[in-house]
């Protein structure tokens, strides 16, 4: 009896779609818009931790419970070490939560249009979602969602600001998810909050049902230390560290731990880079605009721009064929929308140029 390899597959997996990161080619003089890195580099302070950390400890296993690095997280939002989870990177975290909070009878409610990932994670876990339509503007619609809460659900997932859109919800709409699902926990997913987005952390003493993931990897450049944490109520925590601990006791590694304490700390250089990023993000939006884009209002690192009159898919390509990479994601709804990272203001004005030649290229 013939055997292929997928036999030997649990039917689980066999049935995934796995989520698909975005491309980090390696093509000399490439402006590499495509996966939302923070253009500038990681504070000084944070090499020289790691390289302080890079010793004969480095025989010896991290620290398990992420100690310090919690402990630096709960005095910058006025929280409890114990109100604070860290993990490998916010993806390892929202992994996490999906498997502790969401196995429920009922089903997990999702935007239609956010990060996909967490789709992927339901499909693994075995999770049934009820995707909630986004509205003509690509705006999560708050009281629609509430009113499905209302009538049953397992849970609730939000980005925000939203992924790929950029579009940020007022702290008023994120309460009003809250109150309208007490009963199950409401993950919301800061990745890109820094960028102008109103941040949820100041609601956890208020709503046990509350839990704010947010990472490392965005608005404090490291993406290649893989740094996450969740903060919540000391019971959601409890529940998170209960699955860490059977999967990976020891998820971050030295160097991450010191390198994520020492970002933290150095505030200064943060507000710089973000600010930096933020005002690139507002004059790039007007160069787009000024070559006939619509542009989403974005609280992001990013913009979510379309042409009315140019496939989407095209410009990538012609942008591509130009050494410059932006994302394309071939979705419903989106599928005329490109989402470009902001990267330095050199890198942006290299986009604007190419641009305008393939637009000029019909």
Known sequence: MAVSAQDFWSPRIRALEPYVPGEQPRIEGLVKLNTNENP???SPAVLDAIADAAGNALA??????SLQLRETVARRHGLQASEVFAGNGSDEVLAHAFFAFFQQAQPLL???????FYRVYAQLYGIDVDLQPVDAHLRIDVPALCARAASGCGGIVLANPNAPTGIGLPLADIEAVLQACPNRVVLVDEAYVDFGGQSALSLIGRYPNLLVAQT????????????????GQAHL????????????SYPLDRLAQAGAVAALEDEAWFSRTRDAVVDT???????????????????????????PERDAAQVAAGLRQR??????????????????SIGTREQCT?????????????
């Open 110 to 116: 999702v935007p239609d249009v956010t990060y996909t």
């Open 60 to 65: 010896l296993y991290p620290d398990p419970e």
């Open 237 to 248: 925590n409890e529940a998170l560290t209960r699955v860490k601990n059977s999967f990976n």
């Open 40 to 42: 500038y580099p990681p």
């Open 323 to 340: 050494k410059v990479l932006v994302r394309h994601f071939k979705q419903a709804r989106i599928d005329q929308y490109l989402r470009i």
């Open 281 to 307: 993000r507002e004059g790039l939006v007007l160069a787009l605009e000024d070559l006939g884009f619509e542009v989403l209002p974005s609280q992001a690192n990013f913009v979510f721009a379309r042409h």
């Open 350 to 362: 290299a986009l604007v140029g190419a641009l305008r030649e393939v637009l000029a290229a019909g």
């Open 216 to 231: 490392l990897s965005k608005s404090r450049s490291l993406a290649g230390l893989r740094v996450g944490f969740a903060c």
